[in-house]
């Protein structure tokens, strides 16, 4: 009884790093497909946390050397120059004119259709 024990340990011991072997060949097949198909359907996810770190990266190092403050004034002073403009453009009775003079030359215009028309 002790013999064939021992005969098929030793054919087990002989046999099974082929299964073993080939059972690591497919586990990494399977892993790598696994981890082909991770990749892909992270894909955008990936790319976009990289953009977010990439815009971090920039936004640090320009608060670092100071252009930050340089861009936000220059901001601000864009924004302030337009609304003066704005108002000024407000403030300007040309347009108003304008745009009287041309509503009622298109009334006129109505009006010699309609008259036109009745004759």
Known sequence: ????L???????????????AQNLLKDAVRLNRDIKETK???KD???RTEHELKEAKRSAKALADGSYTKHKLSKAER???KKVEKIKDGLDPR???????????????????????AE
Do not use: Q
């Open 1 to 4: 009884m002790k013999k064939c």
């Open 45 to 47: 996810d990936l790319r």
């Open 95 to 117: 347009d108003e004119i304008r745009d009287k003079v041309s509503r009622d030359i298109k009334r006129e215009k109505r009006k010699a259709i309609d008259n036109w028309l």
């Open 40 to 42: 892909a359907e992270y």
């Open 79 to 81: 924004k302030a120059a």
């Open 6 to 20: 021992l005969l098929a340990a030793l054919s087990m011991s002989l046999i099974s790093p082929t299964l073993f």
